[in-house]
């Protein structure tokens, strides 16, 4: 029985959720199974995290020095005070925007990447060419993407964390007179270890995200270049997507039963 047309676009994202799925669990599979390629890893933590440091630690630089103003600005409008305002600032960065706006970066640049890589081999049949020598594409490509990115984002956002409270510290100091002694005693009144736990936990589920959706629209690619444009801005939505869902999903729950 054929089913209106109304429902296709629901049939065919149950088919791309089970798809992503199975490779995920294929990909965390082969991640734990003998034979380790040390040296391909090493390749992607190189491209993935060291080619992606300058664009995150700038981005975050004045996220960290956004937040700082748009805090102050609101707690002077509505507390007639700014002395929470480090406070307030670093557990935001340290909970939300350490690991969400490197992932997002991430998930343009590195997924992009990934997909055009992927679709690009998949479009001049290197893929069929490596199962046809018994290698299997997704231990071969994707495994060592998915591990480097899970790498990558984790010490990305610890260093990222880093350079917005140093940048919302300055901001601080400049507009708000408050001296960075002052500044890191309301931080440790505000921050608790588990907000430091927080934030890497996130980004190592982001970092799993990314590789997985970007090689799966990559093994999907078809119709030559403008194909391969497609399956890119695909991937990039929809991993930038499922960020901010599992986002919301893990910070409801930190909030309401770690927190």
């Not at 490779?23 to 390749?43: G, K």
């Not at 510290?169 to 708000?176: D, F």
């Not at 995200?209 to 078809?222: D, N, Q």
Request: proline share 4%.
């Amino acid at each position: 029985m054929k089913l209106p047309a109304i429902f296709t676009p629901i049939v065919v994202l149950y088919q791309n959720v089970r798809d992503i799925a199975r490779l995920f669990a294929e990909t965390v599979f082969y991640t734990f199974t003998p034979p380790y390629r040390l040296r391909p890893i090493l390749d992607q933590i190189y491209w993935i995290g060291v080619n992606s440091t300058a664009i995150v630690l700038s981005t975050i630089a004045f996220v960290g020095m956004i937040s700082i103003v748009e805090l102050s600005f609101q707690m002077d409008t509505v507390l007639h005070t700014t002395e929470f305002v480090p406070g307030f600032a670093t557990v935001l960065i340290l909970r939300e925007f350490a690991s969400v706006i490197p992932a997002a970066m991430m998930a343009g640049k590195v997924g992009a990447g990934i997909t055009a890589e992927i679709g690009s081999m998949q479009l001049t049949e290197q893929i069929d060419a490596l199962r046809l020598i018994s290698i299997n594409p997704v231990r071969h490509l994707v495994v060592p993407r998915f591990v480097a990115s899970v790498l990558s984002l984790m010490m990305l956002s610890c260093i990222a964390a880093v350079v917005a409270i140093i940048t919302g510290m300055i901001v601080c100091s400049i507009s708000l007179d408050i001296d960075w002694l002052l500044f890191i005693n309301s931080a440790r009144n505000f921050v608790k270890p588990i907000d430091l736990g927080i934030n890497v936990f996130k980004a190592f589920i982001f970092g799993m995200i990314i590789p997985v959706v970007a090689s799966y629209y990559g093994f999907r690619t078809t119709g030559g270049a403008e194909g391969v444009g497609i399956a890119c801005t695909k991937s990039v939505v929809y991993s930038g997507l499922v960020i901010v869902i599992l986002d919301f999903f893990m910070t409801w729950v930190a909030s309401v039963y770690i927190l």
